[in-house]
């Protein structure tokens, strides 16, 4: 009976030493991965609240330190990143977010700076700012549409008077442009989101559609 009870003892003190080094296998792993975290990730600096401070000063550490034109040959050249592909699938979702963003700005003319920025806005989020950087071509898609706009904006209709003929014919333009502006908005962004890898841009069209009118 005695030889049994101390079998039973020991087979408990292995089982308990066992499920003890898992543990701290654990704790380990979980140490050295917040670790290699802690050493990608620039952590959001505290914000000093004061007259002429700005939140938004930084850049957004959700990009892994990749701004401008890095953050999107990142995208649309992965091999030459140094991030893994989990990384740089990490920040495709939150890229498709600043892009709409971007896109009316440079689609509405907002923060024009100089000829060398050209390809560049900065895109405010609630963690810091993100800098976005678009082929010339791109460019020239977004001017485009915006001369569009600017030709709508320029189709004046006498909406409190009695409809006339000319009206008429100026509502149905009106229609008829802004029908080629939504056409040219969502060409645009599928063939951003093909370039970028984007899963998921059902609704980058319409939010940019929204923010533009």
């Given at each position: 009976?005695?030889?049994?009870?101390?079998?039973?003892?020991?087979?408990?003190?292995?089982?308990l030493?066992?499920?003890?080094?898992?543990?701290?296998?654990?704790l380990?792993?979980?140490?050295?991965?917040?670790?290699?975290?802690?050493?990608?990730?620039?952590?959001?600096?505290?914000?000093?609240i004061g007259?002429?401070?700005?939140?938004?000063?930084?850049?957004?550490?959700?990009?892994?330190?990749?701004?401008?034109?890095?953050?999107?040959n990142?995208?649309?050249e992965?091999?030459?990143?140094d991030?893994s592909p989990?990384?740089?699938?990490?920040?495709r979702?939150?890229?498709?977010?600043?892009?709409?963003?971007?896109?009316?700005?440079?689609?509405?003319?907002?923060?024009?700076?100089?000829?060398?920025?050209?390809n560049?806005?900065?895109?405010?989020?609630t963690r810091?700012?993100?800098?976005?950087?678009l082929?010339?071509?791109?460019?020239?898609?977004?001017?485009?549409?915006?001369?569009?706009?600017?030709?709508?904006?320029?189709?004046?209709?006498?909406?409190?008077?009695e409809?006339?003929e000319?009206?008429?014919?100026l509502?149905?333009?009106?229609?008829?442009?802004?029908?080629?502006?939504?056409q040219?908005?969502?060409?645009?962004?599928?063939d951003?989101?093909?370039?970028?890898?984007?899963?998921?841009?059902?609704?980058?069209?319409?939010?940019?559609?929204?923010?533009?009118?």
């Amino acid at each position: 009976m005695l030889a049994i009870l101390l079998a039973i003892t020991t087979i408990i003190g292995i089982v308990l030493v066992v499920l003890l080094l898992f543990v701290l296998g654990k704790l380990n792993w979980l140490e050295n991965a917040t670790n290699s975290m802690l050493e990608k990730i620039d952590v959001f600096p505290a914000t000093k609240i004061g007259i002429g401070s700005d939140q938004n000063d930084e850049t957004d550490p959700y990009f892994y330190g990749l701004t401008g034109k890095k953050l999107w040959n990142c995208l649309t050249e992965p091999d030459d990143s140094d991030l893994s592909p989990q990384e740089i699938d990490e920040i495709r979702p939150r890229y498709s977010i600043v892009l709409v963003k971007a896109l009316s700005k440079f689609i509405l003319g907002e923060d024009n700076e100089e000829e060398y920025l050209r390809n560049i806005r900065t895109v405010k989020t609630t963690r810091g700012k993100i800098d976005i950087w678009l082929p010339s071509k791109v460019i020239d898609s977004c001017e485009n549409i915006s001369s569009k706009i600017s030709e709508l904006e320029n189709i004046n209709v006498n909406e409190k008077a009695e409809e006339t003929e000319r009206d008429i014919d100026l509502v149905e333009a009106k229609k008829e442009l802004t029908k080629i502006i939504e056409q040219d908005i969502e060409t645009l962004i599928n063939d951003l989101v093909k370039k970028t890898k984007i899963k998921y841009n059902n609704e980058m069209s319409s939010d940019l559609l929204k923010i533009i009118f």
